[in-house]
């Protein structure tokens, strides 16, 4: 006779092997299925049973950020702040070297110190402050002050390295608790019933791991590979930035932006530090000469050089003859995002503007004080159809920071450029006439260009009344039919320039944003 011990033995036995079976057919079906869910939109679409996604894999983090950048560090520590558990995950944690991204306006500043984070462009850095612009054109210049009367001392633009001014902002970061800053390479962004619900990633030893959070926010600069799946881009190339470092130089206007009106485009010079200036030298086209046969010292020195400062020709020379010559493609598009439950998009990979007005992080810095603040009432994120038909207000509620600065980063770009058409001309004659002259005229336009003041119609009526100046200057001493008809091309050339880039921004949303109906919407409650 059996006993029952045997039985029972026999019975937990098979049990435990079956367990064992379905686990070890799980896994190897599980690793099958994440190529099976890959989708063509840049998306990993996940099992609709989430079958991926563990109890402890969703809990332990609130918002997953792709990139650590300017927008992606500051972004981290202010959310962390806020109490969120915070995942960033950035290509390469190394300290970045470029040629943009060096100088921050007094308004993007004021957001710094919002943020808490005005610390990171300070002496330890070796950050210069930055007080205004001088601008030159044939042989002349005019200085052009922020209007900071209304601040205290230490508010002005700083202008630095990027690379370490990212690399304090980062480690400010870290020092939070709950921020995890990890080195790895975004492939994808992992969907479910239309839903984000994270990323999937290469970490630093080549392994394929994932992250999932309520909210993933995509901050992976210009060359962003996510933005298609978050929305519709239309990325322009209207010139190339040629960098180089002046050292031991004196610029003319010391703590001042320089900006030369040169032929066929414009040629910037700022501090980077006590000892560098940074000079730019925009190409216009997507093509530059090539560094490695010595067209670009040539082209540098031939047609670059004469339109030089005295004070910095020498130091200018003796930088291109060093070699440690660099090129860069700029890069605009406007914002125009695909509301997507789960994800959302910041920073460059967003929206870019021609970086001749150094604008950039002032937009960038302005939007992560506007999410922050939105997404403050809100203790859990969870909601997250709720939660994007909410942040549509983020879209309309920037306009006035972004199209202001946008607009007229394109609109300067164009007005600047050299051109044979009579009619261009004029009205780069008028724009340094019209700053020229002192009082509102050269207040209005450099309190746009700071950020202090981003208000669009501000921006329009300035802009109309450089063109009537530049008419005003074709009647005197007085009008003649040629003279009348190139003021009334003038006038169609002004308006050839800046309405296309209204359009791109959005006539409603950056004139009339009270009259968009996301303008209103509250907080879901849960």
Not at 272 to 288: A, F, M, N
Not at 326 to 336: E, F, I, K, V
Request: charged share 20%.
């Amino acid at each position: 006779m059996v006993s029952y011990e045997y039985v029972l033995g026999g019975v937990l036995a098979s049990l435990l092997g079956s367990v064992f079976f379905m686990i070890i057919t799980s896994t190897f079906s599980a690793k099958k299925k994440v190529h099976d869910f890959t989708s063509d939109n840049g998306f990993v679409r996940t099992p609709q049973n989430g079958e991926f996604l563990t109890e402890m894999e969703e809990k332990s983090t609130d918002v997953v950020i792709v990139g650590a950048g300017v927008a992606g560090a500051a972004l981290a520590y202010t959310l962390a702040k806020e109490g969120r558990r915070v995942h960033v995950i950035e290509r390469d944690l190394s300290e970045p070297d470029r040629i943009v991204g060096e100088l921050l306006q007094p308004g993007g500043y004021l957001k710094l110190i919002e943020l808490g984070l005005e610390d990171c462009a300070n002496e330890s850095i070796d950050a210069q402050k930055v007080f205004g612009y001088a601008l030159y054109k044939d042989g002349k210049d005019t200085k052009l002050s922020y209007p900071l009367e209304q601040y205290n001392s230490d508010v002005a633009g700083r202008s630095f390295h990027n690379g370490r001014f990212i690399q304090k902002m980062r480690e400010k970061a870290v020092t939070l608790s709950n921020v995890k800053l990890e080195q790895g390479s975004v492939t994808t962004l992992i969907e479910e019933k239309g839903i984000v619900k994270g990323v999937i990633y290469k970490n630093k030893a080549g392994e394929e791991m994932r992250a999932y959070a309520p909210l993933t926010i995509v901050c992976d600069g210009c060359f962003s590979n996510l933005r298609k799946s978050l929305s519709a881009p239309q990325v322009e190339s209207p010139s190339c930035f040629v960098g180089l470092v002046l050292e031991n130089c004196e610029l003319p206007h010391a703590n001042h932006g320089h900006v030369i009106l040169g032929d066929p485009s414009p040629i910037l010079f700022y501090p980077i530090s006590s000892t560098e200036v940074r000079c730019l030298v925009d190409v216009p086209g997507t093509k530059v000469p090539s560094v490695a046969n010595g067209e670009m010292a040539k082209y540098l020195k031939t047609v670059v050089a004469p339109q030089i400062p005295p004070q910095l020709l020498n130091a200018f020379m003796v930088s291109i003859d060093k070699g440690n010559i660099r090129s860069m493609q700029n890069r605009s598009m406007a914002a125009n995002p695909v509301p997507t439950p789960g994800a959302l998009l910041l920073g460059d990979s967003f929206n870019m503007r021609h970086p001749l007005t150094g604008g950039g992080m002032t937009v960038a810095l302005s939007d992560i004080v506007l999410l922050r603040d939105l997404l403050r009432p809100l203790r859990d994120l969870n909601d997250a159809p709720a939660l994007c038909n909410y942040l549509e207000s983020f879209y309309t509620l920037r306009k006035p920071v972004s199209s202001t600065i946008n607009t007229l980063a394109g609109a300067l770009y164009k007005v600047f450029l050299a051109s044979p058409d009579p009619a261009r001309q004029e009205m780069r004659e008028a724009c340094f006439g019209y700053l020229s002259l002192g009082g509102i005229c050269s207040y209005g336009p450099v309190s746009l260009l700071s950020g202090l003041n981003p208000r669009p119609l501000h921006l329009f009526l300035h802009f109309f009344a450089v063109a009537i100046y530049g008419v005003g200057r074709l009647m005197f001493p007085f009008p003649s039919p040629q003279r009348m008809w190139l003021g009334f091309r003038l006038i169609m050339s002004a308006s050839g320039i800046i309405f296309p880039i209204i359009k791109g921004e959005g006539v409603r949303q950056m004139f009339f944003p009270a009259t968009v109906p996301a303008y209103y919407r509250s907080a879901p409650v849960h």
